[in-house]
């Protein structure tokens, strides 16, 4: 596999030979991540917005 199609977390960058990742798709792209990533992707998209460019940044709720 080269670099550019290596398998890593979206967050933090940890191949697929380092951690098991979980496989998302986002407008047609497998995207990948990591079960300790997973709650950033859920809580804090805003986080991910650079990654996952044209993502929709839901607003918070009041709980």
């Known amino acids: 596999m080269t670099e550019q199609n290596e398998k890593t977390c979206i967050n933090c960058e940890r191949t697929d030979a ?3 990742l979980i496989t998302l798709t986002f407008k047609g792209e497998a995207k990948y991540i990591c079960a300790q990533c997973l709650p ?3 809580h804090k998209t805003h986080l991910l917005a650079d990654k996952l ?3 929709e940044i839901a607003p918070p709720v009041n709980h």
């Open 18 to 20: 380092q951690i098991p």
């Open 40 to 42: 950033v992707l859920i």
């Open 53 to 55: 460019p044209g993502v």
